[in-house]
């Protein structure tokens, strides 16, 4: 719909697919339910939509186990209709970003299946990171790096050698020193380059390149043996000349403290855009958001690549639940997860954090739900599916929680997300009351917030990767222009605020007070 910078300033839904909509009733959603739904997609006002792993997989960790690249998981469907969706999509206005996970594969994989077979010594073992053990019988993994997921990153086979995986044994990293390993990629890109996707995400895009030596590590102490290595920047110099034959873009997952560092991975020739995740460790604090807003920005602005803003997704707390509590943690009492949580509070604050990171420069990713103002939801502890929880000894609630099926229909069974089985993570009871059908009319329903802002935002002008100024504002209020005399107002205390008087295009959460002023724990945008 837009010129070739489109990803410049997009909006990305994010859809997890074994949750958003079951086509064919076996209680997990499928490509089926997705095309079923791409109307919805269209109506909200979405550029693009990233999806994440869709293909052949054991799901141990919701598909970001890959047991084949060019298959799409059966639960989910079947090439020919990610190709038929791709193009339903196009059709829309809407472009498609596919998920690769480079740092490890499935252990279902025919490549480390050949190496369990093939055996110590063998060059289908070089693919991976085998090694004996440590000790005298071998029996101590080969070094001391902790897992990503909590418990050790080694597993011992049947021969007696040892694997790396920073995440489950199910996930066995791949050694990126191996030519194969990089030419696998490469056509796997192409793959679906060719197949009319617009992007790809990439996972733990920091942590696929390993110290040949494998050494140990103490933390702070020399120089870490795999985040961050510098062969991952001519990786990724290979992978944009790919993309740049067909236009395509990137999105990685750099999980990186230093913003020095960060910043090296987006440049013309390695990576568009990369994750921003600084706000999901942000408090709901004025001035903690305006120095996060600051430090974004300074450390995009020298390789002038776009900020991306990230309020939720699958890995984290839902935003209106982050927002209504100060803890996540386990209470063995009632054998439940997190403490009281105040949703109303919560959902005003994220209300108003949704017209806050529309209104910033750069590109916005949406987490299917969030329009909804879904919460976390409780997940009984026998239906958890999340290897985090287990690999954390069940002290880690996991991830199940924000990713339980949508609902679509508040009256109709299992509220809409499928007429046959049940969903493969429960439904709390009160998710009818969030179900699209419910909100689709309602003036002051989340989706109607989200859906008007996003058309305000398509309409422009303003909502760009362009400048922003912050104004003079009261404590605790943030204020902001953006080109062509747009103004965004947040107000973070407790007590009601000034508003300028420009024509007001819209506001998280109503009414002004009797003078006017703006009530607490709201947003506005205006008008110059
Ligand atoms: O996450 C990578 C990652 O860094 C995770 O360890 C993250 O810190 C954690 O999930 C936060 O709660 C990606 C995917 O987003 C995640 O779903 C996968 O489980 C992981 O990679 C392994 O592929």
Redesign the pocket.
């Known amino acids: 719909s837009r010129t070739d910078d489109w990803w410049r300033d997009a909006v990305i839904y994010q859809v997890y697919p074994r949750s958003f909509a079951d086509g064919d009733g076996d209680g997990a959603g499928d490509l089926a339910g997705v095309r079923a739904h791409l109307s919805y997609l269209a109506e909200l006002g979405v550029d693009a939509v990233w999806f994440t792993p869709w293909y052949q997989s054991p799901l141990v960790?919701?598909g970001?186990d890959v047991a084949d690249y060019r298959t799409i998981d059966p639960a989910f469907g079947t090439l020919e209709e990610a190709e038929k969706l791709i193009s339903e999509a196009a059709d829309l206005g809407i472009r498609v970003i596919v998920d690769i996970?480079p740092?490890?594969v499935s252990d279902q994989h025919a490549w480390f299946r050949a190496a369990l077979a093939a055996g110590p010594g063998s060059p289908e073992r070089e693919r991976f990171h085998f090694r004996p053990g440590r000790g005298e019988q071998g029996e101590l993994p080969p070094n001391n790096w902790p897992s990503?997921?909590a418990g050790g990153t080694w597993t011992r086979v049947p021969d007696g050698e040892w694997y790396l995986h920073l995440?489950t044994p199910e996930?066995p990293d791949l050694n990126w020193s191996h030519p194969d390993v990089r030419r696998e990629h490469e056509d796997v890109l192409r793959f679906w380059f060719e197949r009319g996707v617009a992007g790809v995400r990439i996972?733990?895009a920091a942590l696929l390149a390993k110290h040949p030596d494998l050494p140990d590590y103490e933390e702070g102490v020399g120089p870490h043996p795999y985040v961050d290595q510098d062969e991952l920047h001519d990786i990724y110099r290979s992978w944009r000349t790919i993309a740049d034959e067909y236009g395509g873009v990137f999105v990685g997952?750099v999980?990186l403290p230093d913003a020095e560092r960060f910043a090296r991975y987006l440049r013309p020739d390695e990576l568009h855009t990369a994750f921003n995740f600084n706000f999901l460790s942000c408090p709901w604090d004025a001035d903690r958001l305006r120095r996060t807003i600051d430090d974004t920005l300074a450390e995009h602005a020298p390789v002038h690549a776009p900020a991306t803003w990230v309020l939720c997704n699958?890995?984290?707390t839902r935003t209106v639940t982050r927002y209504g509590r100060e803890d996540t943690g386990f209470d063995f009492a009632t054998k439940r997860f997190g403490t009281p949580v105040d949703l109303a509070l919560g959902t005003r604050r994220a209300r108003a954090a949704a017209l806050l990171t529309l209104a910033l420069p750069g590109s916005v990713y949406l987490y299917q739900g969030e329009e909804l103002g879904l919460p976390e939801a409780d997940i009984p502890l026998d239906r958890i599916e999340d290897p985090?929880h287990f690999r954390s000894g069940g002290t880690d609630p996991g991830?199940d929680g924000c990713r339980v099926p949508l609902p679509w229909v508040a009256d109709a069974p299992h509220c809409g997300f499928g007429s046959g089985a049940e969903p493969w993570l429960p439904q709390p009871a009160y998710w009818a009351d969030y179900a699209v059908d419910r909100q689709a009319g309602a003036p002051d329903s989340m989706l109607t917030l989200y859906r008007t802002a996003l058309e305000i935002r398509r309409a422009g002008p303003g909502f760009c990767d362009g400048p922003m100024s912050w104004l003079p504002a009261e404590d605790g209020v943030l204020a902001f222009s953006r080109p062509g005399g747009l103004v965004c107002v947040v107000n973070l205390r407790d007590r009601p605020a000034e508003l300028p008087s420009y024509d007001r295009l819209i506001l998280s959460s109503g009414p002004l007070d009797g003078q006017g002023r703006l009530p607490s724990d709201t947003a506005a945008w205006l008008r110059t």
């Open positions: 960790d919701g970001y996970v740092n490890h990503e997921f995440f996930q996972d733990s997952e999980w699958h890995d984290v985090m991830r």
